[in-house]
């Protein structure tokens, strides 16, 4: 042979070990520089583009390795091929490409004929354009083996090799466009690193080992990368290593990108990553058997992906603000980790899918503040969400969760780390938020939650508000905090299946002495009691309840302690094992308004602390289930001032006394009497303690007293039961600065009344089944009028000490007088017949045996008493005009005793609330009903009606200008503004004999509050 200059070379260039065959072909080796025209060369050695040379092959070159070759370049090689001329290397046996170079007959190329191409660390900026790289691979070579340079491919085929097509190192970034891998024994892309795949672009594999790009090197080493789905080949890039974003660096997935694991590799985002995937083109990652995402990318036939497939992505302490949108993570949970794991930072999740991961789907630590809005947990073995902190649950919005081992959102650091949060339904995941933790909301702090969020407790936890919890439920979308089993509460949230909660399932809320003004409407507290807690439990604080429910509770359903002052309207306590309300002071009471109670141990507000040591009013409607129950004695301190309103019920529980050493007015009405009695007595208020049917007994407490040092006071309309223990008088007064007017005292142990001092002169007092005295006048010069005693031990027994006059009076079927001489007792029935105007005949009471001591219509004691004192009385013991015509003969004279005789009676039925409406209805005799409302004043004497009660003559109005029928019910419409809260007015009706009006009675005053 002989060394010769190839034609078209320019003579600039120098080429080593280039010569011209027999055939014409061109034979090379060695160091090869310069540019070579088409033509067909035979390499029979080693090829070197030595570094700062530069080789150019021209459109046709073709170069046929001659045995196991290698082609280095250390320089730079640019191949200029066309789609019509591509640049070829390949085997020497490869007849399709320039024909039958080595004269041996038809034959192909076969794998490992040569090695491949490596382009080492010094080489330039080489370029390969539609150029083939065929039958190499010996010694495992890939085709192009790219280390730690940049050459470009563009329009490259790839084909045959017995290994890989191409291969990198972790600082190879090439160009590689539009080029086809296909029938490579190994992969078509191997030991990628993640910052050069942006340099794949539409590529495509087939028929290879692995027809992959296979990132080797995940972590990012440069600042930003972006990854679009052209990259991807075979549908996906394959992640053959731990992926690794930097803190200070970002990776971007771009819509469509689909990212497959070949075996257990994590995903760490120190830095930023942004996942912007679309609703048509999300962005997945996955296992690398998953085919339903891009294809069966691994060539390995139909397969599905399965969980633990690889690990999982965690957000680290430095991410960035992070953002992925319709992003899918699958099959992933490799050592337990979720599809998503978040310390402590904020990345944002929208539209986002975790599913089918061995373990969670989501896992926050207690600092980590993600934003995850519309996304979905699915399939996953785990929790939905674990780990969340209170303070991260407003993040989670409009989420959803199925076929998880738990499709739930689980708050697992429940102490407030920020100043103020607020939940809205919308974080809930399966109709709840779970609490896995201790609820805290710090001093300082405050929590919201909005209508209709639902928190489920997992197990025994407490909630404790140290700052203020808010809580706003509505009557169609109550807040609720209940049992992780309670499926009446958002479903079936744990799916165990139909399961409802159990009491003790937590432990309760805990308003704790430094809360703020907390207040929590329309809001259900279920399944409490852990520890005996209460579902509420106020330590010297003031929240506001209402409209809430407390229920199936292991205890109580509200406890607070003596410094507590909680508002609570509209309350229902149901089906808690203990009473429904138990309180520390008195003082808190009116702070209770209209709540109910039912299917409790007891249904009753239990007061444990009774001194009233500030000014205190008391309305009914602080009473549950028909009372308030005193386990104290009730004591009004003389620093204290004590106003009870018609209507209220005290039980006693157990035996207590009652000692009013301050300023007290019990003003009861005949309509609403205030009730002292004990807890067993379901005459008044109905079974409050939930015993069932019971009755008081006498000595079930001890009694009433007024100390002779009590300041001005009333009682009236009082109505004290089943005292006497120790043999105390039901009610004992030694002050001359008390009125008494009205006051019953039924079954006591011992004596009803024990008087000594009283302002003079109490009226229409009554005794009744006393086994001591009824009433026991043991000093002072006051009198006593339009009493009743019947079936005591002594009816009215005097001593010396009391100097008074028993005037209009009854006593019967006991020892009737005692100590008493007729110049005492005047117009009374008794005792003493014919003196001084008094009787001793069968008064004749409706039903003396039961306690009913009205009179009959036929009693010898109507219309005989002193007519100048009962005009004084003015009123009897129900409120009705002191004289009436009983007979209806047109002259109204007085009866004896502390019940008159009226020929109607008026019922009243509603609430006198504002907005409410009350029906009056007049029951007696056919006839017409007036009827007229004042604002009560003296009584005026009106022949033969009797005494008009509401108000004088000139201010009473009538509510209508004519008559109503006996028996119809007249609306009382009462207007709805709260400005008339506490205001009270006279009603009172006149009704008329059918045909005669001439003749007709007043009926009882009925004396409204209106209450809030």
């Known amino acids: 042979m002989k060394h010769l200059l190839l034609r078209g070379i320019a003579p600039s260039f120098a080429f080593l070990g280039i010569c011209l065959s027999a055939s014409g072909q061109g034979t090379i080796s060695g160091s090869l520089s310069g540019t070579l025209s088409a033509g067909v060369y035979l390499a029979n050695g080693n090829l070197l583009v030595p570094a700062g040379q530069t080789l150019t092959l021209d459109p046709g070159v073709i170069i046929k390795f001659v045995g196991a070759r290698t082609v280095t370049v250390a320089g730079t090689l640019i191949a200029n091929g066309t789609a019509a001329n591509p640049v070829i290397f390949t085997d020497d046996e490869d007849d399709s490409a320039g024909g039958d170079t080595n004269n041996n007959g038809p034959s192909t190329g076969s794998p490992a004929s040569w090695y491949g191409i490596r382009f080492d660390a010094t080489a330039g900026a080489s370029s390969l354009a539609w150029t083939e790289l065929r039958f190499g691979g010996t010694g495992f070579w890939p085709a192009a083996d790219v280390v730690s340079c940049a ?16 291969r990198l190192n972790a600082a190879a970034r090439p160009s590689v466009t539009d080029c086809t891998f296909t029938a490579n024994g190994g992969t078509a892309v191997l030991g990628v690193a993640i910052d050069a795949v942006p340099g794949f672009v539409d590529n495509s594999a087939a028929g290879n080992g692995q027809n992959t790009l296979d990132v080797a090197t995940g972590t990012l080493a440069g600042s930003a990368v972006a990854i679009a789905s052209h990259s991807m080949l075979s549908g996906a890039v394959v992640i053959d290593a731990n992926l690794v974003v930097p803190a200070g660096s970002s990776l971007t997935l771009d819509a469509g990108v689909i990212l497959k694991f070949r075996s257990a590799h994590t995903v760490a985002i120190d830095g930023t990553l942004a996942s912007n995937g679309t609703m048509s083109d999300p962005v997945i990652l996955t296992a690398l058997a998953d085919d339903s995402a891009g294809g069966d990318t691994n060539g390995d036939g139909a397969s599905t992906g399965s969980p633990a497939s690889w690990y999982g992505i965690r957000f680290d302490t430095t991410a960035g603000a992070s953002s992925l949108a319709w992003t899918e993570l699958r099959f992933g949970g490799t050592g337990f980790w979720p599809a998503a794991d978040v310390v402590s930072c904020a990345p944002s999740f929208a539209d986002c899918t975790f599913r089918d991961f061995y373990q969670h789907g989501m896992r926050l630590n207690a600092a980590a503040r993600p934003s995850v809005n519309g996304c979905t947990f699915t399939a996953n073995g785990g929790t939905a969400v674990l780990g969340v902190a209170i303070d991260a649950v407003p993040g989670f919005a409009d989420n959803t969760a199925v076929g998880n081992g738990q499709n739930t959102l689980d708050v697992a650091t429940g102490t407030l780390a920020g100043g103020a949060v607020t939940i809205a339904p919308s974080s809930m995941l399966s109709g709840a938020v779970v609490i896995a933790d201790n609820l805290v909301v710090p001093a300082s702090s405050s929590l919201t939650l909005d209508a209709g969020v639902i928190f489920k407790f997992r197990s025994q936890h407490t909630v404790t508000i140290n700052g203020t919890l ?29 399961s409802s909660g159990t009491s003790a399932a937590w432990y309760g809320v805990r308003f704790a002495s430094t809360a703020g003004a907390s207040a929590l409407a329309w809001t259900e507290l279920r399944y409490c009691g852990t520890g005996f807690w209460p579902a509420a439990e106020v330590l010297g604080s003031a929240p506001a309840f209402d409209h809430c429910t407390f229920r199936d509770g292991r205890d109580r359903g509200l406890r607070f302690d003596a410094s507590a002052r909680p508002t609570v309207s509209n309350c229902v306590f149901t089906a808690n094992t203990s009473v429904a309300i138990e309180g520390g002071s008195i003082q808190a009471v009116p702070g209770f308004s209209y709540n109910t109670a039912s299917g409790n141990g007891g249904d009753y507000f239990r007061v444990t602390s009774a001194n009233v040591t500030a000014p205190l009013t008391i309305g009914p409607q602080s009473m549950l289930t028909g ?58 208020g109905g079974d409050t303690n939930s015993d069932g049917p019971s009755t008081g007994a006498s000595a079930a407490w001890y009694g009433i007293v007024f100390p002779s040092t009590a300041p001005a006071g009333l009682v009236e309309n009082v109505v004290v039961r089943y005292p006497g223990t120790g043999f105390w008088p039901g009610l004992e007064c030694n002050s001359a600065a008390i009125a008494m007017r009205s006051v019953r005292v039924d079954e006591a142990h011992d004596s009803g009344f024990e008087l000594s001092a009283v302002a003079p002169n109490p009226t229409n007092l009554v005794a009744w089944s006393c086994g001591g005295r009824g009433l026991h006048l043991t000093g002072g010069g006051f009198d006593v009028l339009h009493a009743t005693t019947a079936d005591n031990g002594t009816g ?72 100048t004192t009962a005009l004084l009385v003015q009123k009897d013991f129900d409120e009705r005009p002191r004289v009436l015509d009983h007979a209806l003969a047109g002259l109204a004279t007085p009866d004896m005793g502390a019940y008159e005789f009226g020929n109607w009676h008026m019922e009243v039925y509603g609430e006198t609330r504002p907005g409410e409406t009350v029906f009056l209805v007049a029951q007696g005799p056919a006839g017409d009903s007036f009827l007229g409302f004042g604002l009560l004043g003296p009584a005026t004497m009106i022949q033969p009606y009797g005494q008009l009660l509401a108000g004088t003559l000139g201010s009473v109005a009538l509510v209508f200008p004519f008559t109503v029928p006996v028996g119809a019910p007249i609306p009382l419409a009462v207007p709805n503004d709260p400005v008339i809260v506490g ?14 009006w001439a003749h007709g009675n007043f009926s009882e005053l009925f004396r409204v509050l209106v209450r809030p």
Not at 151 to 160: E, G, K, L, Q, V
Not at 470 to 490: F, K, N, Q
Not at 639 to 649: D, S
Request: aromatic share 8%; proline share 4%; net charge negative.
């Open 627 to 684: 009372a308030i129950v005193l386990q104290a004695n009730l004591v009004v301190d003389p620093a204290g001032a004590l106003e009870v309103l018609q209507g209220v019920n005290f039980k006693l529980e157990g035996t207590r006394t009652v000692t009013f050493n301050g300023p007290t007015h019990l003003r009861g009405t005949a309509y609403e009497p205030i009730v002292f009695t004990t807890l067993a007595d379901d005459s008044v």
């Open 983 to 996: 205001t009270i007015i006279g009603l009172q009706m006149l009704n008329l004999q059918a045909g005669n």
């Open 796 to 867: 009215i027994r005097a001593e010396g000490a009391w100097s008074g006059y028993l005037i209009n009076s009854i006593s019967r079927d006991n020892t009737n007088y005692s100590n008493l001489t007729a110049g005492h007792v005047l117009n009374s029935n008794g005792g003493f017949p014919g003196q001084n105007g008094n009787l001793f005949v069968d008064p004749q009471f409706v039903d003396a045996a039961n306690g009913d001591l009205h009179l009959l219509a036929t009693s010898p004691c109507l219309g005989v008493a002193d007519y």
């Open 470 to 498: 808010t809580s706003d439920g509505t009557v169609s979308d109550p807040v609720i905090l209940t049992a992780l089993a309670d499926d009446s509460a958002g479903g079936d949230t744990n799916g165990d299946g139909a």
């Open 151 to 166: 050459p470009s491919f563009a329009d490259c085929t790839f084909r045959d090799f017995f290994q890989h097509g191409m």
